[in-house]
């Protein structure tokens, strides 16, 4: 019998106790690690997962043994990504990176992973290891710390750091040039309210402020707090600038309006100094420099207005918004007016008709041309008010000429393109005549080719709806149009109006005189009434005659009248029997 050495045997128990305290603190480990790991086979099933796994995936032991890890993916990579990974841990037995995953709820989240390969004696793999932990929370703290980075935590908007990273971007020579204002606003007096109603309150109207002025800014728009009452504001431009003016202004007006704070009833008097690009300066430094220096104009200008750095559009701004209050103001209240210019029949010498012009007459600057308010109307955003005025205006007045028993022939009325893509213009107008007790075949309406060009569709489905209606439909200033012959196919026309630049160069150049004969037979033949404008002279008037024109308008017969002087002619033309 063989007998073992005692000092062999308590060096081999003290051996075996050791392995296995070893592989308890191991199996300590692998359960209390933060980190989620699992273990597969070489062939990939799962062979040992750990708490920390169930904890971040969401699948416990028994969901995930003998399982393979596709129980996690998330379909965010493509085979691709797969395959090159599994390149790797063959090559060099190790791969790590990120990787998005997917839990059990459902949720997909990025985590770092790192795959081992194991190998036995004889080099091939026995088992894989992989250890992976959550990146959800630190990309969340990561894009916790570059949000407070670039935004005011007070107000929730960016602050000055993301100003100059938009400048330096869409300054850089990689760019295309794209005109922009950046625009300087400072609230004034916010000193006053920290040291009378304290800095709480001071925060609190700095935040009311930055409320007002979010709805004002369009999502391609840069608005940031620059400091501590002063904000940051970049649009971008079109070419055509006139809306920047309307834009200063109801930043302005909206920073005016009183505030309601700790039961004090506040006003401020902001500022705004504007600096273009390119215009004023091509760098951020410069640009910055410019919208100080106007800021400070407006500053010193008082308060309570905007200055650009370039004066004269300071002054242009200034004088074309305060047009365009007169025109909000004439519009509820008194300055509008309307003119009749009769059409005359050139085989009787009779009115058929008569067509309604605004006029309007500026308390301080007297009559305005319809050439300069016209187009302010159409900028501002107020032809359907003032289309909507005209309207109701003009059938006020026939319903009272007719109810005073003057006959008056029918009534042309011109429409705007805003007018007519207005959602129920058609229906509109069908109320309005029927308030008045005016019948639709009185009325016709006039509008131009140009009206016609971007919203063709929409257009002619309002004049169908319109003619349907019993309206007449008159294609003004035709001939100056792209595609005049196409809509003479497409509309529903009751009448055609040569425009007055043919009538006046007909008796001089042979071209405009083709022109006007070529429309007045095309009028003829698709048996449409015809008016020629603009005539002002008795050889015109011939001319017209010669070429079988209907109808005609203009100086040689009568200029705009109002009402009264339109009165006194029917009167006069009823009683001779005309």
């Not at 309206?471 to 035709?478: E, H, M, P, S």
Request: include cysteine; hydrophobic fraction near 40%; charged fraction near 20%.
């Amino acid at each position: 019998m063989f007998i073992q050495d005692p000092q062999q045997l308590q060096h081999k128990s003290q051996l075996i106790h050791a392995l296995e305290m070893q592989q308890r603190l191991a199996q300590r480990v692998f359960d209390n690690t933060i980190e989620g790991i699992f273990v597969t086979g070489p062939y990939g099933h799962i062979l040992e997962v750990n708490r920390a796994f169930t904890e971040i995936t969401g699948y416990t032991a028994d969901e995930a043994l003998g399982k393979t890890p596709r129980l996690l993916r998330s379909n965010h990579h493509d085979e691709t990504f797969y395959r090159r990974m599994w390149e790797q841990i063959e090559t060099s037995g190790s791969w790590q990176g990120e990787i998005w995953n997917r839990r059990k709820d459902g949720g997909a989240y990025l985590q770092w992973l790192s795959i081992n390969a194991l190998k036995g004696p004889d080099g091939t793999v026995e088992y894989y290891v992989a250890v992976f932990h959550d990146l959800s929370e630190l990309r969340a703290r990561d894009a916790e710390i570059e949000y407070l980075a670039t935004h005011d935590p007070l107000t929730g908007l960016g602050n000055r750091r993301q100003l100059l990273d938009w400048l330096d971007y869409h300054l850089s020579e990689a760019q295309t040039v794209i005109p922009f204002a950046l625009i300087k606003i400072d609230l004034g007096e916010i000193q006053l309210i920290n040291d009378s109603l304290g800095h709480a309150a001071g925060d609190r109207l700095i935040q009311l402020a930055a409320s007002r002025l979010k709805p004002l800014v369009s999502a391609k728009d840069c608005l940031v707090r620059i400091s501590a009452d002063e904000f940051g504001l970049i649009i971008p431009l079109s070419d055509d600038t006139t809306h920047l003016a309307q834009i200063l202004f109801n930043l302005k007006a909206a920073l005016q309006k009183s505030f309601s704070l700790s039961g004090e009833t506040l006003f401020m008097s902001p500022s705004l100094g504007v600096a273009l690009f390119p215009e004023d300066a091509d760098s951020q430094h410069e640009l910055l420099r410019c919208a100080k220096a106007a800021l400070q104009e407006a500053k010193s200008a008082g308060r309570n207005t905007f200055c650009f750095y370039n004066h004269s559009m300071s002054n242009q701004a200034r004088d074309r918004l305060a047009l365009e209050q007169a025109l909000r103001e004439a519009l509820t209240g008194d300055g509008l007016s309307l003119h009749f210019q009769p059409k005359v029949m050139l085989s009787t010498q009779a009115i058929s008709g008569v067509e309604v012009l605004v006029r309007w007459t500026h308390p301080v600057l007297g009559p305005i041309s319809p050439a300069i308010f016209i187009p302010l109307a159409e900028r501002s955003g107020l032809m359907v008010e003032l289309g909507a005025w005209v309207v109701n205006e003009a059938c006020r007045q026939v319903s009272e000429l007719l109810q005073a028993g003057i006959i008056l022939p029918s009534v042309a009325i011109n429409l705007s393109v805003q007018e007519l893509e207005r959602l129920g213009v058609a229906e509109f107008l069908a109320d309005t005549l029927e308030r008045y007790g005016l019948q639709p075949s009185m009325f016709e309406f006039e509008v131009t080719e140009t009206s016609l060009i971007h919203r063709e569709k929409v257009v002619i489905d309002v004049l169908q709806r319109l003619r349907q209606q019993g309206f007449g439909v008159a294609l003004d200033d035709f001939g100056t149009g792209y595609s005049s012959l196409s809509y003479l196919r497409k509309l529903p026309l009751s009448t055609l109006k040569i425009d007055r630049s043919f009538v006046v160069d007909m008796t001089e150049d042979e071209v405009s005189a083709s022109i006007v004969q070529t429309i007045i037979s095309l009028a003829e033949n698709l048996n449409l009434h015809l008016v020629a404008e603009g005539v002002e002279t008795n050889e015109q008037r011939d001319r017209l005659v010669e070429m079988g024109c209907d109808t005609v308008q203009g100086y040689l017969y009568y200029r705009p009248m109002d009402l009264q002087e339109l009165i006194c002619l029917l009167s006069s033309s009823n009683a001779s029997g005309q």
